[in-house]
């Protein structure tokens, strides 16, 4: 029995740090911290969801900060096609909505990248970049 406790107090010690680590990468992110994301990045869950479901590659595509999004794909166990739970959109849905071209050269460059991905309303990213942008 205590034997049990110890590794269930040890698993939730682990988990609060992972929860830790997941949280100031994300701030990191939003403050445009590079060098501080960089350092997290490595002991992060890169796939952890806030409150609405967006990743750090999400918030970095926000952000336009091609250097975090080219070192977030860079992540060996990185979903780049993880969706929201806003709307069911994903980085590249997000990075062609926003016309961010650069990040969108990045993110198509991941190997796992799902180009005919949908978000709620069935848009690819190239139906959002084709009439979003040719609009203005």
């Known amino acids: 029995m205590l034997f049990q406790q110890t590794a269930d107090d040890l ?35 890169v796939n952890s969801q806030n409150s609405l479901g967006y990743t750090p590659l999400m918030l970095a595509v926000d952000n336009q900060d091609d250097c975090i999004c080219r070192l977030l794909c ?3 166990y990185i979903n780049v096609n993880q969706k929201s739970l806003l709307g069911g959109s994903t980085a590249l ?33 190239k139906f959002l970049n084709d009439n979003l942008h040719s609009m203005n």
């Open 74 to 76: 860079e992540e060996k």
């Open 11 to 45: 698993s939730a010690t682990h988990e609060k740090v992972r929860h830790t680590t997941n949280s100031r990468l994300m701030s990191a992110i939003r403050e445009r911290d590079r060098e501080l994301a960089s350092k997290l990045v490595a002991n992060a869950d």
């Open 93 to 125: 849905l997000n990075a062609c909505a926003r016309g961010h071209s650069g990040i969108v050269k990045i993110l198509l460059l991941c190997q796992s990248i799902d180009v005919n991905i949908q978000n709620n309303l069935g848009w690819t990213g």
